[in-house]
């Protein structure tokens, strides 16, 4: 497909066809060759969705998802648009979340390995990984509805960590009457488990060379020379999955009924204001507020273990939440279009938040320098910390980039290196890993995603969000 140049980090497919908008690819010279036919060919099948506004974004992490590229970015009309549970995702609310403390390397490196092999037995994780706190229907319902409110009610959460996480940790149009019996049962037995796949637990280090913006830095919590951290990527596990699954084949039965026609039947999508959009939506944001708060307890096992191996109270050791910040979701946000603010219905798979400073939504600690935005990367590159902007505001619905982005098929990637082989090769680089499965340390092998560095230079060069600091892995947990 013909890409048109706008600038080096903007490129644009012109409309043609069924679209209703054009595509933009957010991108840079250096990656421009990643994004290819395949994604460009999902970007134009979302541009044909009804009631899409503006453009039908991609960004430079972006590579081919399910219908929906991943990396990708739309706006609905509320009244004339659609919401597809496809496009939202199977893990909603797939997500990060990054924890400083004020801990060294010279503190954490002689008990690095004691400390990751204690997260591995606190935080659950691999395909079947189950949680130790079983959930009771009632407790279930609860945490669907109220998200990270309930994790600090019941002892989980500090008063701080719920202001520090997007939408306070909680989407209030969640009705857990719309959640399958199906869904309900595998959400009980999930809560504070990391899954399998690209999600991880990390203990990261920020050096002082690796701080862009030391104002920012300092306001978001880091603010010493080899500083250590934790990141955690995880999100709905098989409750969103059930969720999205449920809602996919009632999309698929009812996309007749409004005549709407998709290019691809991944696309599967019902009016928004239809019955089953509303019963979408609403259940989504169930499966959104319980990976909230599955992070959440994620992070009181972090703390609890932080303490177990130090000696020290988490309040001690600052184990402090940077911010917890959604990358598979659909929302209703405020939005200028046509230079008339109104109320659309937000999708980012693969994509994060990006609000600039004081924006309405930001909660105090980050109204004066804009909504933290955290990157990840692979487990043997190193991730980064940015920072919102009003340029993002201005042209992509207050959107950045998500993490690296695949360039090699987990098969490809599994038949290049053995896991074993991998682990010992990190250990030497000073990386100790834990997995549940070598199988699949395979699949998330550094040159099987893009280059983290070029990513976050692409969006910060175009204005997407501005980088803070680089952090870079010591210690990891996988699935």
């Known amino acids: 497909m013909q890409l048109k140049k706008i600038n080096d980090y903007i490129y ?18 250096k990656l421009l060759h990643t994004v290819d036919e395949k994604t460009l060919s999902q970007v134009k099948n979302v541009a044909c969705l009804p009631g899409i506004q503006n453009y039908s974004y991609c960004m430079p992490d972006a590579h081919m998802g399910y219908g929906f590229p991943i990396g990708g970015v739309a706006a609905f009309d509320l009244q004339e648009g659609i919401i597809s549970p496809p496009s939202i995702g199977f893990d909603v609310n797939c997500g990060m979340k990054l924890v ?3 801990l060294t390397e010279k503190e954490v490196r002689p008990k690095l390995k004691e400390l990751v092999d204690e997260l591995f037995k606190s935080v659950p994780a691999g395909v079947g990984a189950r949680g130790s706190l079983k959930l009771s229907k009632n407790q279930l319902h609860e945490i669907s509805e109220q998200g990270v409110q309930w994790c600090q009610e019941n002892g989980y ?23 399958s019996a199906k869904a309900i049962e595998r959400g009980m037995h999930h ?3 990391l899954g399998s796949g690209n999600h991880y637990l990390e203990v990261q280090l920020v050096s002082a060379a690796n701080i862009y913006d030391k104002e920012k830095a300092k306001a978001f919590g880091i603010n010493s020379d080899q500083q250590i951290c934790i990141m955690v990527h995880c999100g709905s596990r098989g409750y969103g999955h059930q969720i999205a699954t449920d809602y996919l084949d009632i999309a698929l039965n009812a996309m007749p009924k409004y005549n709407i026609k998709v290019l691809d039947r991944e696309l599967a999508s019902v009016p928004f204001y239809s019955d089953e959009g509303q019963n979408y939506y609403k259940a989504m944001a169930c ?5 909230f708060s599955n992070r959440q307890l994620i992070l009181h096992r972090i703390r609890e273990s932080f303490a177990k191996i ?3 109270t988490a309040e001690e050791m600052e184990i402090n939440l940077v911010y917890d910040v959604a990358h598979n979701i659909a929302k209703i946000e405020k939005h200028k279009v046509n230079n008339k603010t109104k109320d659309v219905l937000v999708i980012r798979k693969g994509a994060t938040r990006s609000f600039p400073p004081n924006h309405e939504e930001l909660t105090k600690p980050y109204r004066k320098h804009g909504q933290p935005v955290i990157i990840g990367g692979s487990m043997e590159t190193g991730s980064y910390l940015l920072v919102g902007s009003e340029k993002a505001m201005q042209e992509t619905f207050g959107s950045t980039a998500h993490g690296s982005g695949r360039l090699m098929s987990r098969t490809k990637a599994k038949n290049s290196i053995r896991g074993d082989k991998l682990q010992q090769d990190m ?8 997995t549940a499965s070598f199988s699949g340390l395979a699949e998330e092998a550094g040159f099987a995603y893009k280059n983290i560095s070029e990513v976050v230079e692409a969006v910060h060069n175009a204005g997407l969000s501005y980088k803070v600091a680089g952090l870079v892995p010591i210690g990891n947990i996988k699935g």
């Open 191 to 193: 809560l504070g488990t």
């Open 100 to 102: 400083t403390t004020n």
């Open 12 to 29: 644009e497919l012109p409309m043609e066809g069924e679209m209703l908008v054009p595509g933009r690819v957010y991108s840079s010279p």
């Open 427 to 434: 250990l030497a680089r000073g990386i100790y890993v834990k």
């Open 157 to 179: 959460a500090w008063k701080e960590d719920v202001q520090r996480t997007e939408e306070q940790g909680r989407i209030k149009q969640a009705d857990f009457s719309k959640v």
């Open 310 to 312: 130090f000696g020290k």
């Open 287 to 291: 499966a959104a507020n319980f990976a």
